[in-house]
């Protein structure tokens, strides 16, 4: 069944796929705070646990309704899909149950229409670990680029605001940190490219 996502109507349902130590969980619960900003009145954020340690692919969840939820099963076809690393889309399966017309949102250099995936939904692709590291957001050696997939999410699905990504940042993060990491949403929000139907 086809829904257009930016109707808004009923139950959104979004799947993270990251590695451990790359923000992935973290990145849901900032989502689900900026989406009840934006007028969501029901909003879930769930981390799925397996292997953990730095590295292993780790996914994470979010459910957005413009009514209460009552709903709090595990995802089985989301209407939108974030990768923080592009190895995770054969790794981990990372499109499995995306809805047609859903989106796949990849934190990758490629072009939308160079991205090896089949399947009828939407493509937008964003060099979130470039603009990551322009910013010196590297923990550990590891390039953070969660809070940069905010703003790729946000443009390729206009579900939520760059303006309640920024407050839902400077809620979790000091001052000077917050700042960094809002700058990563806003440059990967400008820098996104989409475009329409799978391979």
């Not at 995802?75 to 790794?91: C, F, G, K, N, R």
């Not at 990849?106 to 089949?118: G, K, R, T």
């Not at 470039?130 to 910013?135: D, G």
Request: net charge negative; proline share 4%.
């Amino acid at each position: 069944m086809s829904v257009d996502i930016g109707s808004l109507k009923g139950i959104v349902e979004i799947r993270w796929h990251g590695r451990g130590g790359q923000g992935a969980i973290s990145s849901a619960q900032l989502l689900a705070r900026a989406a009840f900003d934006d007028g969501f009145q029901g909003v879930t954020s769930a981390p799925t646990f397996g292997a953990e340690r730095r590295g292993a692919p780790v996914s994470a969840s979010n459910r957005l309704s413009r009514e209460p939820l009552r709903t709090f099963s595990q995802i089985e076809h989301p209407s939108a899909v974030i990768v923080l690393d592009d190895t995770l889309l054969e790794v981990a399966d990372a499109t499995k149950g995306l809805i047609e017309d859903g989106w796949l949102v990849i934190n990758s250099p490629l072009d939308p229409a160079a991205v090896e995936c089949s399947g009828s939904f939407r493509i937008a692709t964003a060099d979130a670990t470039r603009i990551a590291q322009e910013l010196d957001l590297v923990v550990a050696g590891s390039v953070i680029v969660n809070t940069a997939m905010l703003g790729a999410f946000a443009r390729a699905t206009e579900l939520v605001t760059l303006e309640s990504v920024e407050r839902a940042i400077a809620e979790k993060f000091p001052a000077e940190l917050a700042r960094r990491n809002f700058e990563a949403a806003r440059r990967t929000y400008e820098r996104t490219k989409l475009a329409t139907g799978g391979s």
